[in-house]
Every structure is written in structure tokens, then in C-alpha cells.
């Protein structure tokens, strides 16, 4: 729920019976009706930020009331992005300026990265910044457990913080439960099956993450209290979910593009109703290029979804998943004033945007100031920075008693590692990998108190080093070559204060300062998005070969991926639950 003041109210009562004047008067327009699919001649009455009336206007009209000339134009009710990760490089404010400009005006955001670096404390007084500050709406997920075991779990993501975020209005869902065979162990259960009982009594949900959940598995994780599931990657998958009772998001990201093979799925279901869209987390220059929701919504229509399921997929159905569909997803009498005014169906980019009855954008381009330009970063992420540890070359070296040949993981795509055997050499008193394409990859957490290491394989010949303070277990990971170059790219990394350092095999070195808990930049959305591609360059420049070297960084300290992952634990073939090099102390 949104709140609106009942004096607000009876303001809108009036105007709707056309007794006072609106404030806001869009005029000779059509209207899609996200309920009925009509579009019809309308005139649109808003009054503060909330629809009053749609119909021909035929009240009073006021010396401030603003008028926009509609005409030509079709008004749809504002995109929403129900699932979505504010990171790397952007902010969760230009990420919401960058979204509006394509008119998706309500965001959901995750709480991961921000909530290890800042706490419970001081992240709800962020969140509650942000939210207040942003340009398009955007709200919170509190998780309820990390992408990545570390021992003190369980008092980081403690009842008391999690559900006093989730009592807090920013707030509308606990967070996706990626590592979802917790769910299933009796050792770990509890205190997550507490969690979801503690969201469901305070009017949230527990959103789901089942990637790769057999049909033997998704009704337990349906019965255990989750509510969706945007990890199906084929047709049978969505219907399998939906069979269930769970919601699905059709996800299409710069990951995974999948709406090619999730669409057929609408054509075998009597029932769309529990079916919306997500980017899951957009690069930002993917985002600078195409956009937000309006891409999913233009990559349905050229697969040949109608037009009006295509919407309601990206509107009234992503409203109705987060439990707002009485305020967002129509435009309605009552409903939020967030609105896109289109030339026409089959173009989902909007020419002008509308948030709370407020021009904010037209031709893709903010007509009201930015305020990632003017928001108190420095005060607002204090405390937030990683403290990036001292270490010589001799730090990264595997230790001499590990085995040879050495379980390496070799990337098969972005994110995904098949087990390869690669030979080792000593070197001083550890070992080394032979192999060409070989990376020592280490990992630690924000303040280099114990070490992990393994070996990648596939990251790229050319690729020296690179270090990076944006990981899923909230920590800094160091991927090289040589213990040599490891040792520079740390050292570089702790000179920048947090980011992702990269050195190549030809002597050049680029950095990537992140100066927001080691993650995010300040300011608006345009430097971010070229910092996003200058990355991807950069990676491709030392041999990255694939989709988006962001989510591989992410996710190689991660251990719900298969197969072999550098975690808290050490080393570790996730499948079997196995660790074959342990963690180290490092402080």
C-alpha cells in the first residue's frame, strides 16, 4: 500500500465528480484501460500525485491547473520493474532517473550488497534516503540470507534487523532466497521459515529464486512460504512454477536474454494473471542503449504477444505481485498519477513520463533536475568503504599440499564453472597452475581477515589481473596470472578506495574507482554507464570472451552456482558440498 491523506481524498472525491479543479489536466488523448484492454478518447484528471477522474473533463478548470496536450498520444499506465539489482557502477537514484527517462516509474530494488557493507542501522537510513530522494518510485527487499554462507549468518541476518526493515514502508518483500536448498536442510530451516512467517505477518512476501529446483522440489519450496520465482529458462518451467501456485517473472537480462524461449509459455496457460516481466538486474550501458521495462515490452511484441498482454504483463500484473495493484498498474481513478504518453502501441518508449502528476521526462531526456546530482553521498554511505588489506605476492600462492592435478573451474559462460584438472608447479613454498589461461582467483572479506583460493580457468589469456570490491559475499576478490600482478592490482584497488582494477597482458591498466561501499558511483546515471562499457572493453581487451564480466565477478565467491566457487568456506565443488582447499587466517 501506498499511502494517500484522507484530506487528499476528498480532494480527489471532488474533482471526480468534476466540482473542483484538477491540477493536472491531460487532454484529448486515448487511454489503454489495463482492465477492460479498451483504448478510448479521455481526458486523464489528476489531483496532488493521484489519478481523480478519466473521461471527458467537463468541470472547472483553475489558473494553476497545468494542462498537456495529449493529442495524438496514447497514455499507459507508468512500467514497473518488480525485481532488480541497483549495482555495479550505477546508483539506486540514476538508476531510477535512467528508468523514468523510459518511462518504468516504480522499482524494486535488493538490499544485498548495501546491507553487508552498512549493517541493519545504517542501511534502513539509507534506504529511507534513497526512497524519499528518488526521482521514479522505488522500493526495498530485505534478505533474509546472503548469496554466500560466512559463520555469522545468522546474527548479520538476525529477526530483529530483518524484520524491522520489513516493518519499515520502504520496504514490500523479503528478499529472494537464492540459496533455496536451505530451505529444505533441518539445520538451517528454522530460522529462515521464521523469517518468511515474520514478512507474511507484516504484509510482505518472501520472493523465490529456484533455479534448477526439480518438480520434486518446487512444491516444497512452494509449502516452505515463497512466493515467485523468476529463474525459469524454458516454457515448461514458467508453467511448472505457475502449476505450483508461485508467480513467475519473465526474466530478459543482460545475463540471460530469455524471453525468446519463456513467451510460448503464455500460449499454454488459460491464465496470465500471475505472469510478469523483470530485467533482473540490466547492465548500465545495456540500459543507456535499450532501456529498462520498455525492452521487454518491445522484445514481446516482435515475438508477437498482443499488445495489451504485453502491458498488462509490465503494469497491472507487476503491480498485483507486489500487493499495490490499488495504487500503481492502471490509470484509474485513485491510482498513482505515474503515466506514459505513447504515439502508439507498438512503441513502448515514451515521449513524454509522468510520476505523481509531475512531468519528469519527455524524449528520453529529464525535464526536472537529477537528484543523484545534489544527494549527500559522502554523509549518506559513511562507514560504507572496504578496507582493502596489505599483501605481497607470496598471499596468493596455493598452498603446497593441495592437489595436483588441481580441481580448477572452468567458465563455461558468465557465471557457470565445470570441474577441469590443471597441473601445478611449485612456486617458493605454494604452487602455481601450468595452464596458459590458468587465474588464481582469491577471495576475502572487507577487511582481509582470512583468504580462500582456487583457480579459474576461461577468464581470459590476456587478463594480467583483476581485483574488485563488488562481490556477492560483500568482500574483494583477486583473479591473476602471477602472484606479481595480483599483489599490484590489490594494491591498486586499496589507492582507489574500492571499485575494480584491471590489468592487461600488454602493460595497460584501467581502473574503475566505486567510491560508494566499493560498488556504486555517485551522480547521475551517464558516467556510470561509460564507465559500465569501458569495463566491458577493458575485460574483452584481455580475452573475456563472455556476456558480462559484472556477474562473473559477482558470482564467483557465490555458492549455490555450480560447480566449483571460491567461498568463505575455501574452495569448494558447491554439488557435492565439498571443500578441497579450506580457508586460511589472513589478518
Not at 489528476?46 to 472547472?60: H, M
Request: net charge neutral.
Amino acid at each position: 500500500m501506498v499511502r494517500c491523506d484522507p484530506d487528499l481524498r476528498w480532494r480527489l472525491i471532488r474533482v471526480a465528480q468534476g466540482l473542483d479543479a484538477p491540477d493536472l489536466l491531460v487532454w484529448g488523448g486515448r487511454v489503454w484501460n489495463a482492465f477492460t484492454g479498451e483504448v478510448f478518447e479521455a481526458d486523464v484528471a489528476v489531483c496532488g500525485d493521484r489519478i481523480a477522474r478519466v473521461g471527458p473533463w467537463e468541470g472547472p478548470m483553475g489558473d494553476a491547473t497545468v494542462r498537456i496536450d495529449a493529442r495524438g498520444f496514447t497514455i499507459v499506465p507508468g512500467y514497473i520493474e518488480p525485481h532488480t539489482h541497483p549495482w555495479p557502477f550505477h546508483n539506486p537514484l540514476s538508476l531510477a532517473e535512467a528508468a523514468v527517462c523510459r518511462g518504468t516509474t516504480f522499482l524494486v530494488y535488493d538490499n544485498l550488497l548495501l546491507y553487508l557493507a552498512l549493517g541493519a542501522e545504517a542501511f534502513g537510513a539509507l534506504a529511507a534516503a534513497l526512497t524519499d530522494a528518488s526521482l521514479g518510485r522505488i522500493r526495498w527487499v530485505a534478505r533474509i540470507a546472503s548469496q554466500s554462507w560466512f559463520p555469522q549468518e545468522a546474527e548479520v541476518f538476525s529477526e530483529e534487523a530483518v524484520l524491522g526493515m520489513l516493518g519499515m514502508p520502504e520496504f514490500v518483500a523479503a528478499g529472494e532466497m537464492t540459496r533455496w536448498t536451505d530451505l529444505l536442510r533441518p539445520d538451517r530451516a528454522r530460522r529462515l521459515l521464521r523469517l518468511i512467517e515474520g514478512a507474511r505477518g507484516r504484509g510482505r512476501f518472501a520472493d523465490g529464486h529456484t533455479a534448477g529446483a526439480s518438480r520434486r522440489r518446487l512444491p516444497a519450496l512452494a509449502a516452505a512460504g515463497l512466493r515467485s520465482c523468476h529463474e525459469a529458462i524454458t516454457a515448461d518451467e514458467v508453467l511448472e512454477r505457475l502449476r505450483q501456485g508461485l508467480w513467475v517473472l519473465l526474466r530478459h537480462s543482460s545475463l540471460r536474454e530469455d524471453l525468446e524461449e519463456l513467451l510460448p509459455a503464455l500460449g499454454r496457460t488459460r491464465f496470465l494473471d500471475r505472469i510478469t516481466l523483470t530485467t533482473d538486474g540490466a547492465k548500465a550501458h545495456q540500459i543507456a542503449r535499450k532501456g529498462l521495462t520498455d525492452h521487454l515490452i518491445r522484445e514481446a511484441l516482435a515475438a508477437g504477444v498482443p499488445s495489451g498482454t504485453a502491458y498488462v504483463l509490465a503494469t497491472r500484473n507487476a503491480a498485483a505481485f507486489l500487493g499495490l495493484d490499488d495504487d500503481l498498474g492502471a490509470v484509474a481513478p485513485g491510482r498513482l498519477a505515474d503515466m506514459n504518453l505513447l504515439r502508439d502501441l507498438s512503441d513502448p518508449t515514451p515521449c513524454v513520463v509522468i510520476v505523481g502528476g509531475r512531468v519528469v521526462a519527455r524524449d528520453g531526456r529529464l525535464t526536472v533536475p537529477p537528484p543523484s546530482r545534489v544527494f549527500p553521498w559522502e554523509s549518506a554511505y559513511a562507514g560504507a568503504e572496504p578496507r582493502v588489506p596489505v599483501w605481497g605476492p607470496d598471499r596468493f600462492l596455493l598452498p603446497g599440499e593441495v592437489p595436483d592435478p588441481f580441481p580448477a573451474g572452468r567458465l563455461v559462460n558468465a557465471v557457470i564453472t565445470r570441474e577441469e584438472p590443471v597441473p601445478l608447479t611449485r612456486r617458493g613454498a605454494g604452487r602455481w597452475p601450468r595452464a596458459g589461461d590458468a587465474h588464481v582467483v582469491a577471495l576475502t572479506d572487507r577487511t582481509g581477515s582470512w583468504i580462500s583460493r582456487g583457480v579459474v580457468l576461461g577468464l581470459g589469456e590476456g587478463l594480467r589481473a583483476v581485483a574488485s570490491s563488488y562481490t556477492t559475499n560483500g568482500g574483494l576478490v583477486v583473479a591473476g596470472q602471477d602472484p606479481a600482478a595480483m599483489a599490484d592490482a590489490l594494491g591498486r584497488l586499496r589507492a582507489l578506495g574500492g571499485g575494480i582494477v584491471v590489468l592487461l597482458g600488454n602493460g595497460r591498466v584501467e581502473e574503475f574507482p566505486l567510491p560508494l561501499a566499493g560498488i556504486q558511483m555517485p551522480g547521475p546515471f551517464g558516467p556510470a554507464a561509460e564507465a559500465a562499457s569501458a569495463f566491458q572493453r577493458a575485460m574483452e581487451a584481455g580475452g573475456y570472451a563472455h556476456s558480462d564480466p559484472n556477474y562473473t565477478l559477482l558470482f564467483l565467491s557465490c555458492d549455490f552456482l555450480p560447480d566449483l566457487r571460491v567461498t568463505r568456506r575455501g574452495w569448494v565443488r558447491v554439488k557435492a558440498d565439498e571443500v578441497v582447499v579450506p580457508w586460511e587466517p589472513a589478518g
